[in-house]
């Protein structure tokens, strides 16, 4: 019989698409004296009993869903893997009201890695490890401008009463690209969740219009002390 973790652990696989040991550890075995070799046994059950699968290839293994159908080499992996350390980045300074993987929209429009809520700001997740032109990062950011102009942001379930927001767009990356045009939202970019957090405490750096992130920034600055 599966219990609640077993449960939660498939569930985040599905949400994910993949993790490591290291990711399952953390975000399900937090806490625990052993972490790591908690969730190496509990992943191990899981596989043997056919609730999950698992690759080899990386070190360390990383899991699936049963019924996923990636590739266990897929190029995709180190890439859903940033997805999945953002997410703990983030949960690890505060609650995340929703983080969900690979939104879909009209065919056109933006194909954001993650959408998530903190602290009642939305944000669009880019994770940019890789080195990209700025012209594929123009394009990137055109597509969610043709989002923005469809109005389907509106019709989102978060959306407070009264008023439409349209999320951030936060692009982590180590590069930091030039933007040749202004946008009617706003753009962060930053290495890291915990970076953008920490440059709000320097209001010429990085003017924002929703006081819930000042409240952020105000937590981490505690956290810090």
């Known amino acids: 019989m599966l219990t609640?973790?077993?449960k939660a652990i498939i569930a985040d696989l599905r949400r994910f698409r993949v993790m490591s040991r290291d990711d399952i550890a953390d975000i399900h075995f937090r806490g625990l004296k052993r972490p790591q070799e908690s969730a190496n046994n509990v992943l191990l059950r899981l596989?043997?009993?056919?609730?999950?699968?698992?690759s080899t290839a990386f070190v360390p293994y990383v899991y699936f869903?049963?019924?996923?159908?990636?590739?266990?080499?897929?190029?995709?992996?180190?890439?859903?893997?940033?997805?999945?350390k953002v997410y703990r980045e983030i949960i690890s300074i505060g609650s995340v009201e929703q983080f969900s993987v690979e939104p879909k929209y009209r065919k056109g429009l933006a194909e954001p890695d993650a959408f998530f809520i903190y602290q009642r700001t939305p944000f669009f997740l880019e994770c940019q490890r890789t080195v990209y032109s700025e012209k594929v990062i123009e394009e990137k950011l055109n597509r969610y401008l043709a989002l923005y102009e469809s109005?389907?942001?509106a019709e989102?379930?978060?959306q407070p009463a009264g008023k439409v927001i349209f999320p951030y767009i936060f692009i982590v990356s180590d590069t930091r690209y030039a933007l040749n045009r202004q946008y009617p939202?706003?753009?962060?970019?930053?290495?890291?969740?915990?970076?953008f957090l920490r440059s709000l405490k320097h209001p010429q750096q990085s003017q924002t219009s929703y006081s819930d992130i000042k409240v952020a920034g105000a937590r981490l600055k505690l956290r810090d002390q």
Request: some cysteine; overall charge positive; glycine content about 4%.
């Open 151 to 153: 109005g389907l942001i």
């Open 47 to 54: 596989v043997r009993d056919g609730h999950i699968q698992r």
């Open 156 to 158: 989102e379930s978060w």
């Open 185 to 195: 939202f706003r753009v962060f970019q930053a290495p890291s969740f915990t970076s």
């Open 4 to 6: 609640k973790r077993d």
């Open 65 to 84: 869903c049963a019924d996923s159908n990636i590739k266990k080499n897929s190029q995709k992996i180190p890439h859903y893997l940033e997805i999945v």
